[in-house]
């Protein structure tokens, strides 16, 4: 018998449901127990989110300060198991602030030490960076990668950040005024996703780890967007300055924060709006010099390294 572990948090349930369905044949085999440990915050982040908290999660996101958890004594934490999926969303170009908690606490150490992880995410379209920090995280507890899965929503980079503000505040996934297409992974994406089930079935069944990832990819568990790694690049550097700024000023209800955040939250507009654009006209003009780049990032980024 073979022990599986999903290991995830969500606020919508849109990552339960690609999780659910990227271990469908997982599930339905009599050959391996599936279970699913769901991260709990001892403070919760709220769902919908209010503007001033969606701001305030963004210094511990992108430092990635843990918060605390309860039910670190679950059962289902004290075993060893033959493969955990890790499914976790990007705040802030970061992992999410429960999956980074969950990975910095010693819990995540004696469950992922010499195990092979899977990583999933479902996040709007800017994971790249993230993911490498995720790579960290996984090599700091001793776990090994084995594959990766990153759903998004593939469309164009600024209708995607209208509909996901929309979806955040409102806490629906709906099609703005009928026009707008609807947030987040597309309810195909999520569907579809049950074929990569066959793939991680056999590999937890045979044991041979080793080409899983090629596999995943032969059926599009990555798509790289080359101008979206140049604009989470730099938007490290950037975000690496406001956080620290931000965070110097301490709690959430200290006034000097609260300013502080108030005019990150006006930078990121004009980040997205004005200089996100521009950064696109500089790298289209460019494009033809960083092909050969291009292609090497694509081949990283696709895979589970860690430089
Ligand atoms: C505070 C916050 C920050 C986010 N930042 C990013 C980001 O940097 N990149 C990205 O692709 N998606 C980002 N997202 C979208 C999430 O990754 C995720 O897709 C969405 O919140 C739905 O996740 P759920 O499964 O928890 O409902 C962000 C969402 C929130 C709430």
């Not at 018998?1 to 990552?15: I, R």
């Not at 060893?80 to 802030?92: F, G, H, N």
């Not at 709007?124 to 507890?141: C, I």
């Not at 041979?208 to 938007?235: C, E, H, M, S, W």
Request: aromatic share 14%; charged share 20%; net charge positive.
């Amino acid at each position: 018998m073979k022990n599986v572990l999903v290991v995830y948090y969500t606020q919508s349930g849109q990552l339960l449901d690609i999780a659910k369905n990227i271990t469908n044949e997982l599930a339905s085999s009599e050959d391996v127990n599936l279970s699913f440990y769901e991260i709990k915050l001892k403070e919760n982040f709220p769902f919908p989110w209010d503007k001033s908290t969606f701001y305030d999660a963004f210094p511990e996101s992108f430092i990635q300060i843990p918060a605390d958890l309860t039910d670190l004594n679950n059962p289902l934490l004290k075993q060893k198991y033959d493969l955990v999926v890790v499914a976790y969303q990007i705040w802030y170009l970061s992992p999410a602030v429960p999956i980074n908690s969950f990975l910095k606490n010693k819990v995540a150490k004696q469950l992922l030490a010499n195990t092979p992880v899977l990583t999933v995410i479902g996040c709007r379209n800017m994971w790249v960076m993230a993911q490498e920090k995720m790579k960290k995280l996984l090599v700091d507890n001793g776990a090994n990668l084995v594959g990766h899965i990153s759903l998004f929503d593939r469309h164009p980079n600024h209708i995607s950040v209208i509909t996901i503000f929309d979806w955040a505040f409102s806490g629906v996934k709906k099609r703005i005024l009928g026009i707008f297409p609807k947030p987040g992974v597309s309810d195909k994406d999520i569907e579809n996703s049950k074929r990569f089930s066959n793939d991680i079935l056999q590999t937890v069944q045979s044991n041979k780890y080793t080409d899983l990832q090629d596999k995943l990819l032969n059926k599009g568990a990555v798509v790289i967007k080359p101008f979206l790694i140049v604009t989470d690049k730099r938007a490290q550097i950037i975000f690496d300055k406001w956080s620290s700024f931000v965070y110097k000023k301490g709690k959430a209800k200290d006034p000097k924060r609260q300013f502080r955040l108030q005019m990150f939250s006006y930078y990121l507009m004009f980040a997205i709006w004005i200089i996100a654009p521009l950064v696109f006209i500089v790298y289209l003009f460019t494009f033809p010099f960083t092909m050969a780049k291009r292609k090497k990032e694509k081949y990283y980024y696709s895979h589970t390294k860690l430089k």
